[in-house]
Structure formats: structure tokens, C-alpha cells
């Protein structure tokens, strides 16, 4: 550059040369030199430059910043030299006319054929070097404005493309911390725009997939935690993933516990590790059963294994089925079977036997032969009392047959106990019912509460020696409607009183079968009581007489 400017500059002396030297080649070619100094000086009146006229032989005839005359001859001065072999002189040197190295340019002045003398412009060194300082100030300042606005729009694109980049960085980082509410606002038309557009469509689509996925997860976990079977889940290699609150309430562990840990190692249930390992082995369904003591529980057991990937299984899964109530049933189902069809089986032999008797025995005496019969009669009696009773406990044992309406109870007591006193007397205890003064009504089949009084009445009878008492009470107590019957009777002992309630129950079989009873009486006044969502309990003592006491809601409460 420096070097382009000095030929710059070279060049505008040159052309101040020609300018000179055209100026002046009539004056120096006609030998006319007088005003030569006053016009160069007026030339060089508006610029920076020495201008110097030189005649052919060297004598120096105007010169802008010496007196010509003063001046000693300059035809041996390097740039004269210059311009005469070469036509054009260019020269830096040092000046002593001027003290200061300058920057000569010579041209001859003249045609071809004759010199008239030489043209020479020069300029101090320090001038040039001021320009060129000058010059390159300017290049430095244009340089480093250049660079401040190149900076300046290097910023300002680099921010229009890292501040949305950071938006969606931190956009990309909330979506992996789970957080998909999160939008961005970048409005542009270019490919920056059109990322952010995907990132928040990626970000709704995502929002839209975890809802469905949470949703579906909490319905699952609602199913999951109020299905009343047990539910485990464990990985192949057999940690808990899964547990239900039925099954920790089933294999007493506490589910919350339980989760991340091996199964063998929060419950050691050999059933349950077994079905596990047979249903991993086999892939399929496996069944079984399991028992679990203190206090005795049964389970139906169905181990599944999972499948997340095909054809390999990636844990199982274990549902448990509480059997016990279900058992239990069955167990009272069979017990009742074997003992109605024992109660059953007694009179009907009974009367066989003497049926059998009487046949072969063609001469057998009268009073025999009557007291055969009563016996028949008795028997058949007997098998009559406990043909109803077993009806009426079916009956109630199946839903629907009732026929609810408002009842006063105390018509139903007074009725009961009117019906009773002829049998109490004959027995020789006496029955006194005991009343309110008001109605006391009750939403209740008439005919069941009846035969629940009468099978009370006809125990206390039964169960109370001749000379006993028997006591009928109706009263209220807490929005209940409460019957008591009570007796100063045999009593029963606190061991038998929460058996007697069972069905075919008796505390002495001999006693109760010989005044009639047939076991059945308390548990159809249970069911009875449970129909009216009422309560029955017995109060009693050996020997000293029981209280049963009966408590219905009243209507009104
Ligand atoms: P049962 O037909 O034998 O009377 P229940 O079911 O009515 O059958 O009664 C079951 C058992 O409860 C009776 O066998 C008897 O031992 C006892 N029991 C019931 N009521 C009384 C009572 N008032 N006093 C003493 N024992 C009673």
C-alpha cells in the first residue's frame, strides 16, 4: 500500500511537472526568464510542492523556496542527470539547499532537437511521510471501523441465532426433565423458525402422549388398588415391581416396602416362589393353591408371565384370589348336609324300627302297640318340625321373599305371647310381656318377627323348670326398638354362648331333642334379625337363666 501511494504520489508530481514544464517551455524556449520565478511562484501558490526551473547548462533560473540566484548549478544534481538519459528524473536525496531529504521529479523542457532547460518539482520527504501517516490513519480508522461494524453484525448475528438456540436448549432440557408445558415464542421464516416450530409440536405431541400414558397408568392403578384380588408383578429376575394393596394385606407386607426388592426376600412363600419359577419355565398359566396359617387363610393362586418382548418372558405376573370365605362356606355347606341328614336320619329310623316291630309281632298287646304308635307319631312330628324349620332357614337364606310393611311391635308381642301363656302354663312357668305405652313401629315382616318371638318364647319355656319366670319386654334405646326375653332358667355357659346361634347347635342334644327342639331355632332367629339389620345377643349363666336380647331400628330413625 505504501508502496501504491508513493507512486501516487510520484505521479501528482509528475503531472505538476508536465504542468510546469508546459507552462514555462515558451518562456524558457524564447529565452525569456525574467518573470520565470514570480509565475512559479504563483503557481505554487495553493500547493505543497518546491518548483524549481533549471536552463540547459544548470543555472537554476526560479525556484519556489530559494533565491534562483544564490543557488549553485544543479545540471550534475543525480535527478537532471536522470531526466536527460532517460527523459524523466526521480530521485529522493537529501536537499542542502533545504536542509531535508525531498523527493525530486526532473522533466526536460524542449523539443527534439533542442534542450531549453529542465522542469523540476519536489516535495520534503517528511511531507510524504506525513501523507502516507496520514494515509494510513485513514486505513487504520476505515480498518477498524470496518472491523467494529463487522463486529457489530458478527454480535448481532451471532445473538439472532444463539439466543434462540439457547431458548431451545433449555426447551430440549425441560422435554428431557419431563417438563412439556413449555413453548417457544421464536416468530422467524427461516430454518431456526422452523426448528422452534417442530420443537413445540414435539413438545405438545409429547404433553399429549403423557397424558394418555398417565392417564391410562392412574386407571390402571385405580383398578389395580381397589380389585379385591392380590396382585404382584416381579421382573425376570424376580424384584418386585408391582404390588397391590390386597395382596400386601394378603402376604402381610407392606407394598411401599416391598418395590425394587427380591420377593424371596420380603416373603418366604414357597407356593408363590414356585408358581413364579414354573410359569417362567413353561410361559404359560400356572394354578395352584395356597395356605397360609395364623389365622388360616386359602388362596387361589395364578401365576402369568409377562411379556414385553416376544418370546421372551420379562417377569410374571401373581394374582391371588382369597378362597377362605369361600371355603368356609363350603365347609358349613358340608356340615350342614351330614347334619341335617343326620336329624333326618334319626326319626326316620326311629319310625322304620317301629314300624318293623309292629309288623312281625302280629300278637303284639294293645298298650304296646299304642305306645309304638305315640312313638311314631312323635317321631313323625319331629321330622314335620324339622322339615319347616329347614324350609323357613332356606327361605331366608334366599333374597326377596319378605314382605316389609310398618308394623306396631307391641301387637305382635301381646299376639306372641297370648299364644304362648296356655303352653307356659302347662310347663308351669309364667310369661308376662311387659310394654310401652306408645306405638313402637318398625319396617318388618310381621310373620318373621312372630316366629322369631315364638322360637325365643318356646326356648325360655323349653330351658325353664316348672316354677320359672319369664319376662317379655319391649323398650327403646337409642333409636332402637329392643325385645327382650328373659328366664330364670337353666342357663348356658359362656363357652357354648357364641355357638348357639350355629345351625344344628345344642347344648344338651338329649334335653333338646327330648322337649322337641331341633337346633335350628336360634339360627333362623338370626337370620331373621339380619334381614331387619338388627342385632341379637344373649346375656346368660348356668344355672341362674339367660337374656336374649333382640334390637330392631325404628321406623322414624
Ligand atoms: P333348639 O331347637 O335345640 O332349642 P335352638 O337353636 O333354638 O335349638 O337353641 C340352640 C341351643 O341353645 C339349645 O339346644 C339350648 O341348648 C340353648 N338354648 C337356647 N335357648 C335357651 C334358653 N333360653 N335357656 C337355655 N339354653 C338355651
Not at 394374582?319 to 333326618?344: C, G, I, P, W, Y
Amino acid at each position: 500500500m505504501q508502496q501504491d501511494s508513493m507512486l501516487d504520489i510520484d505521479k501528482n508530481l509528475e503531472s505538476q511537472a508536465i504542468m510546469l514544464q508546459e507552462s514555462i517551455y515558451p518562456a524558457l524556449a524564447s529565452n525569456q526568464t525574467d518573470n520565470l520565478q514570480q509565475r512559479i511562484l504563483q503557481l505554487a501558490r495553493n500547493i505543497d510542492i518546491r518548483l524549481t526551473v533549471i536552463a540547459e547548462d544548470g543555472t537554476v533560473l526560479a525556484d519556489t523556496d530559494q533565491n534562483p540566484t544564490s543557488m549553485d548549478n544543479h545540471r550534475n544534481r543525480p535527478e537532471l542527470q536522470q531526466a536527460l538519459e532517460q527523459g524523466r528524473g526521480i530521485v529522493t536525496r537529501y536537499s542542502h539547499t533545504l536542509s531535508q531529504t525531498m523527493r525530486y521529479l526532473a522533466l526536460p523542457v524542449g523539443d527534439d532537437k533542442l534542450l531549453s532547460g529542465f522542469v523540476r518539482v519536489a516535495m520534503p520527504l517528511s511531507l510524504i511521510d506525513k501523507r502516507l501517516d496520514h494515509l494510513r490513519n485513514v486505513v487504520i480508522l476505515a480498518a477498524s471501523l470496518t472491523a467494529i461494524i463487522a463486529l457489530l453484525v458478527g454480535v448481532w448475528i451471532a445473538r439472532s441465532f444463539a439466543m434462540p438456540l439457547r431458548q431451545m436448549t433449555n426447551m430440549a432440557q425441560k422435554l428431557s426433565d419431563g417438563d412439556y408445558q413449555q413453548r417457544l415464542t421464536i416468530d422467524r421464516q427461516d430454518e431456526m423458525g422452523d426448528l422452534a416450530a417442530t420443537l413445540n409440536q414435539l413438545a405438545l405431541t409429547a404433553a399429549q402422549r403423557m397424558e394418555t400414558i398417565t392417564k391410562d397408568r392412574n386407571k390402571l392403578a385405580t383398578i389395580l388398588t381397589g380389585m379385591v384380588e392380590g396382585v404382584i408383578a416381579v421382573d425376570e429376575t424376580g424384584h418386585v415391581i408391582h404390588m397391590n394393596e390386597a395382596a400386601g394385606r394378603m402376604i402381610d407386607a407392606i407394598p411401599e416396602v416391598c418395590f425394587g426388592k427380591l420377593l424371596t426376600d420380603v416373603i418366604s412363600i414357597d407356593a408363590i416362589d414356585d408358581a413364579i419359577k414354573q410359569c417362567l419355565h413353561t410361559r404359560g398359566v400356572v394354578q395352584s393353591e395356597l395356605k397360609l396359617s395364623s389365622p388360616p387363610r386359602y388362596f387361589e393362586l395364578y401365576a402369568t408371565a409377562l411379556y414385553e418382548i416376544v418370546n421372551r418372558p420379562t417377569g410374571a405376573v401373581i394374582v391371588l384370589h382369597d378362597v377362605t370365605e369361600l371355603r368356609k362356606l363350603e365347609r358349613v355347606r358340608r356340615d350342614f348336609v351330614v347334619n341335617a341328614s343326620h336329624e333326618l336320619k334319626t326319626p326316620v329310623t326311629a319310625i322304620h324300627g317301629l314300624a318293623e316291630t309292629m309288623l312281625e309281632d302280629d300278637n303284639m298287646e294293645v298298650d304296646t302297640r299304642k305306645n309304638f304308635l305315640k312313638k311314631i307319631r312323635d317321631q313323625s312330628l319331629r321330622l314335620s318340625e324339622l322339615t319347616t324349620d329347614l324350609l323357613a332357614l332356606s327361605r331366608l337364606e334366599s333374597d326377596g321373599t319378605e314382605d316389609f310393611t310398618s308394623i306396631n311391635l307391641a301387637d305382635i308381642i301381646t299376639s306372641c305371647s297370648d299364644a304362648l301363656q296356655a303352653e307356659a302354663n302347662e310347663k308351669g312357668v309364667t310369661l308376662n310381656a311387659m310394654l310401652p305405652d306408645n306405638e313402637l313401629i318398625v319396617i318388618a315382616d310381621a310373620k318373621l318377627i312372630r316366629q322369631l318371638l315364638d322360637n325365643l318364647l318356646q326356648n325360655a319355656i323349653k330351658y325353664t323348670p316348672a316354677g320359672g319366670h319369664i319376662s317379655l319386654r319391649l323398650t327403646v334405646d337409642d333409636k332402637q326398638a329392643i325385645m327382650e326375653v328373659e328366664d330364670d332358667g337353666i342357663g348356658i355357659d359362656t363357652t357354648e354362648q357364641e355357638r348357639i346361634f350355629e345351625r344344628f347347635y345344642r347344648v344338651d342334644k338329649a334335653h333338646s331333642r327330648t322337649s322337641g327342639g331341633t337346633g335350628l331355632g336360634l339360627s333362623i332367629v338370626r337370620h331373621i334379625v339380619k334381614k331387619h339389620q338388627g342385632q341379637v345377643s344373649v346375656q346368660s349363666s348356668l344355672g341362674h337363666g339367660s337374656l336374649f336380647r333382640v334390637s330392631l331400628p325404628l321406623a322414624n330413625s
